[in-house]
């Protein structure tokens, strides 16, 4: 079992930015390949972004690119997402997941965090 607990979400105002932080705790949960997804109201669930232990990543929408970072600590089993120049659009709740590969969909991931909210204000 891997247990992950997400942190950092808020309210920011169009432009500004925030860091999500996600920790992972439970057996090798180390070498688990971890994800951001995001969930707005009324919208399915979006890939954002992944990283596994060896620090290669992939994105998803393009609308992200160049504006979200996504990194890891291993020593400290964190993965972080670090969002910039945030837009109303930005708005949903983004969970951590965890999956035994480096991959964008959702149903590969077994484990899953409670998800925090961001919402961005125009």
């Known amino acids: 079992q891997v247990q992950l607990v997400e942190s950092g979400g808020g309210l920011v105002q169009a432009g500004g930015s925030l860091r999500l932080s996600c920790a992972a705790s439970?057996?090798?949960?180390?070498?688990?390949?971890m994800g951001w997804f995001r969930q707005a109201p009324g919208k399915e669930r979006e890939f954002v972004a992944a990283?596994?232990?060896?620090?290669?990543?992939?994105y998803g929408a393009d609308s992200v690119k160049g504006r979200f970072t996504i990194s890891r600590d291993n020593a400290k089993n964190t993965v972080y997402l670090e969002m910039n120049s945030l837009k109303p659009e930005d708005t949903a709740v983004y969970y951590c997941?965890?999956?035994?590969?480096?991959?964008?969909?959702?149903?590969?991931?077994?484990?899953w965090g409670q998800g925090t909210q961001v919402t961005v204000s125009s």
């Open positions: 997941a965890a999956s035994t590969f480096l991959n964008w969909r959702a149903d590969a991931y077994a484990y």
């Open positions: 439970g057996r090798t949960s180390s070498n688990y390949a």
């Open positions: 990283i596994n232990w060896a620090r290669s990543n992939i």
